[in-house]
């Protein structure tokens, strides 16, 4: 069956960084677009990046030129580089995994708590 697994969240000061990862199995991994997504308590779940299987980008504007997101296919892994950290950035992080038709191609990870805080 499909996994997505995050880890690399965790607690850190603001202006810090932190590098989630998200380790995918049961699916081809370089045909699959890849995004993260982040929901804060009370808070609809948003698109945070997005990286195409033809390594096309793009990035929520309140995290442009903060947040890196990269792939390795080999690995079959996904990253997200956090650097500049702020406390609006707190959240549950979720991978997402998805290709056309949606319908039966699009899967989450279980989400790792990030938290900015001093």
């Known amino acids: 069956q499909v996994q997505l697994v995050e880890t690399g969240g965790g607690l850190v000061q603001p202006g810090g960084s932190l590098r989630l990862s998200c380790a995918a199995s049961g699916i081809i991994f370089s045909i699959y677009h890849m995004g993260w997504y982040r929901q804060a308590p009370g808070k609809q779940r948003e698109l945070v990046a997005a990286i195409t299987s033809g390594r096309n980008t793009n990035y929520a504007d309140s995290v442009k030129g903060r947040f890196t997101i990269s792939r390795d296919n080999a690995k079959n892994t996904v990253y997200l580089q956090m650097n500049n950290l702020k406390p609006e950035d707190t959240a549950v992080y979720y991978c997402?995994?998805?290709?056309?038709?949606?319908?039966?191609?699009?899967?989450w990870g279980q989400g790792t708590q990030v938290t900015v805080s001093s």
């Open positions: 997402n995994a998805q290709r056309f038709p949606l319908k039966d191609n699009n899967y």
